[in-house]
């Protein structure tokens, strides 16, 4: 895949990402790459956005988007294993290849898994996943929070909220987040702080509002403190 196919699909390494979900990248690795224990093989929870033919995982928007809804499922105490095979049904159902980060899968998920697993035997193991209406909100809806959808598909991402100024958005920048009255990529804008040595001298070199600058580097600092806690 070239660069100019990457327009609009967004291009991270399991680090950036990382870096912007609070995730390990070991374990974005593994749960998109599929690994092996004790022998045993497991397959990856679906098949990424991005593949340049160089052996690595990459993401794209969508992966990104997805792995927020698969985490948060992990982190309340649902293996991977389960979690694909909750992918694969509501791929099913929804006919969405990335479909935990649906709207329609936050509107309707826990009526459509409740009916599949009454309906079907194999799948009565996911009663157990979606228990009841409070617990699929307690997951979704933080997932899914700050996301533009259009159609129904996840379209752009405001990390820390609107109010913040900062948005990762596919169609620019190859998805990096940006400083949304500028579009300039927050990672530009607070490294030239360092550079330049104050948010004024940064600004006048970018020819943007000081404020640009002090949103981008309140967005950096915030990863930061993400990944050190």
Known sequence: MVASNLIGIGLYTPA????????????????????????????PLWRTQVDIGDGH???????????????AFIERGLSPQKVRRAIEIAREII????????????TDGITVFLQVAKED???????????????????IEPSLKNIDFTDGIPSRWWPRGKQAKIVV??????????????????????????AEGSME???RI???PVAAIRHS?????????QLAA
């Open 16 to 43: 950036e990402a990382s870096h912007l979900l609070g995730i390990s990248s070991t374990k974005i690795v593994r749960w998109l790459k599929g690994h092996r224990i004790g022998g045993r093989p497991y397959a």
């Open 57 to 71: 995982v990459y993401l794209g928007f969508r992966d990104l988007m997805e792995m927020r809804v698969a985490n």
């Open 95 to 106: 006919g969405e290849e990335r479909p935990l980060s649906t709207a329609k899968f936050r």
């Open 121 to 139: 035997p194999a799948h009565i193991e996911m009663i157990d996943l979606f228990i009841g209406q409070h617990v699929f909100r307690d997951i």
């Open 169 to 194: 958005d596919p169609q620019h920048a190859f998805g990096q987040p940006i400083e949304v009255d500028t579009g300039v990529p927050t990672a530009a804008l607070a490294a030239a702080v360092d």
């Open 201 to 203: 001298a940064a600004a």
């Open 206 to 208: 970018w020819s943007v």
């Open 217 to 225: 580097v309140e967005f950096q600092k915030g990863l930061e403190r």
